[in-house]
């Protein structure tokens, strides 16, 4: 047991001094001889480089001793356990400097004798009167020495936002100022307004020794250059151990990295300085949902609002969090709080237009999000989301106008080509539809909606054996599309393969529910039982198109059947076509060509989420006569 205590020692040294390897041996060694050692977890906890490992270790010893508040304590911090504030501390004789930051202010023990005298406002105000005089002068020898030299002295502490200004983005996986593409200047420098820094919310005064430190921090910040400042920031704290608000920047400069593992590190250490410290829980928050965007973590964001009511990114966060989650009255409440403590804030106005566009009304989100852009012309997710909100309303001109200017910054983000490539599918514009798709695909080849699309312009465009690459997948996902159904006959046409076409249309005519689509499943099958040398057949529809409503189907469409019917009467005799459809004008061997209504899909925001259902697309595909291959005399019909 006495060499356990010394390894035990050793490792909290090797700890203390940075050396995590060393005490992550040490502790390993331990926990070999004593497996169910819960003091021995929470401290290997502290030596593990990743949170999975950390959180297995608190676990652990929160298994074997559940009353072990520092075990407790890192499970909230890393949201394994939701907050309690009945935590109490674990009774040991031999407290540790570690645990004592662990505790909440209402954990720690009573002090008693000359402890509780010197914790007592009233012996401390005396000994503060005693020593008045002399604290006087020396205040005013050094305000005298600072003037003297010029340095810079803190900040007067003062409630609310810091005087100095920074570059500090607050929206979920912000970045700093991007470049255009080929060229070194960011967005603010090419755009007509200058983009208006937003204040540090959090003002705590800098000491003479860190003043200088600060202001390169800042220089940091300002350009992006999160590293920098992460040095910087540590260097302040090498000068104020006990400063929160440096850790919390960290964490934000770390989250601003795309790192939110350290992140949720940094917000820790500054909560375990300053357990009330509001802002470090919204940045866990944040972090939390970097790492998965459905993570519940509103109650971080209730505790922030609670210990700091004024800090309004929180009420913006956890707007965003019930808009994710349906809730729209506490989103728009939320965002009103925000407005409130933000005034003329463009992230307040950007997450208002994404909650009208989740509630439906997409002229207030527009409204909303041209505020947005207003307020800040430099802020690219305003871009992005008016895109989406005038493709929605069908304006695709202005769409595409917002759109291209978001690309030019963002060009990595294909998600954005789905939303171009549906308003190029919905104008008829294939070629480019299909460089779109092939785009997302190339990024990400699980999604399903690119191969629809690039499936159904290939067919459009009449490239059956390119349409024949994605078919599987398409049918896998949209098995019971009447759309998807028709693209594969006409697919099969085109292959030449007018057996395989047989073989469908009997499912496509069985999907088919509206007048519409029963005059298209009549229209293709016609066609296949004539690429097939069936009259009898083809005539059988055709003259099933016919009786169907003239609203069913195009004037050119009609024409066409009554054409091609009365053809077949004449090469077979047996066949009669009924009386009153005896076309009118002389039948020419030249078929008229029809316009194709193709699959135009209603028309939906993005991020949209990819279908987890295989219901039919909503919208219909009208026959292109023109897309019928002829037949080739030395191909044999298949049965």
Known sequence: MADNDALFQEAIE???????????????????????????????????????ERIYCLQTAFKLDPENAAAKRGLILHGALPPDETIQPFPINRPRAWEEKLLLEHEKPKPKGWAAVKASPVARLGGFAALGAVLVGAIIFVFNQVLTNQVAGPPTITPGPSPTYTLTPTALNATGQPAVVGTAAPLSELLEKPYTPTPLYVNTPRGPMSSDIYRSV??????????????GWQEVIRVEPEAADAWYYIGEAYRFKGNPGSAIDAYQRALQINPSFGPAYVGLARARLMMDPNADVLSFLDEAIRLDPNFGEAYLVRAMVRTRDNDIPG????????????????????????????????ELALVAAKRSNELDVTYLPTYLLLGQIYAAQGEEEEAVRVLDIYLKYRPEDTSVYMLLGKMHFGKKDYEKTVDDMNRLIARDRNQREPYLYRFLSNVELGRGELAEDDVDTVLLFYPDSFEVNVAVVRMH???????????????????????QQKAIAYYWSAQVYEARE??????????????LPKSAMTEEMRLEAEQRLAKLATATPTITPSPTRTPTKKVTPTRTPIPSKTLIPTK???PSKTPTSTKTPTATVTPSPSRTPTRTPTKTPTP
């Open 534 to 547: 069936e009259p009898d057949n083809a005539a059988k529809h055709w003259t099933l198109l016919l009786d």
């Open 331 to 362: 989103a728009l409440s939320d965002l009103g709080e925000a407005d409130r403590r933000l005034p003329n804030s463009p992230l307040v106005f950007y997450y208002l237009a994404q909650t009208r566009v989740r509630e439906g009304d997409l």
């Open 493 to 515: 046409l085109l292959q030449g393969r007018n057996g395989s076409a047989l073989l469908v249309i009997d499912k496509m005519k069985s999907l088919a529910e509206t007048d």
């Open 218 to 231: 800042k220089i940091a910040s300002e350009k992006g250059d999160w590293d920098a400042a992460i040095k």
């Open 14 to 52: 090797a700890l203390r001094a940075g050396n995590k390897s060393r005490a992550r041996e040490l502790l390993t060694e331990l926990l070999k001889t004593d497996q169910n050692n819960a003091t021995y977890w929470v401290w290997m906890s502290s030596t593990v480089d990743n949170v999975k």
């Open 604 to 606: 939906t925001l993005i």
